[in-house]
């Protein structure tokens, strides 16, 4: 059973930045893909970031590429998303998830955070 607790979160301007992380206990945190999902209210939850087990590869979405940065610390067993060039679209509660297989689906991954507020002002 692993535990996800995301921090970071908060009021930013437009255009500013924030960097969220999330910390994992529990398990191998290194066995496990990670990723950051949002959701706003009355809309679905939204895939925003992904990194595999080892850390080699990174996806996003074309909404937030070039903007969002995810990573992961194995040694901390935290996984972080660097977001810059914020706009009011991308405030949400943000997520983080592991799971087994990498993917953008909710459904691949097992475990989940409580989340944390983002709040982009215009």
């Known amino acids: 059973q692993v535990q996800l607790s995301e921090s970071g979160g908060g009021l930013v301007q437009a255009g500013g930045s924030l960097r969220l992380s999330c910390a994992a206990s529990g398990g191998t945190f290194s066995n496990y893909a990670m990723g950051w999902f949002r959701q706003a209210p009355g809309k679905e939850r939204e895939f925003v970031a992904g990194i595999n087990w080892s850390g080699g590869s990174t996806y996003y979405p074309d909404s937030v590429k070039g903007r969002f940065t995810i990573s992961r610390d194995d040694a901390k067993n935290t996984v972080h998303l660097q977001m810059t060039s914020l706009k009011p679209d991308d405030t949400a509660i943000y997520y983080c998830?592991?799971?087994?297989?990498?993917?953008?689906?909710?459904?691949?991954?097992?475990?989940w955070g409580q989340g944390t507020q983002v709040t982009v002002s215009s």
């Open positions: 998830a592991a799971g087994t297989f990498s993917g953008i689906k909710v459904g691949r991954y097992t475990y």
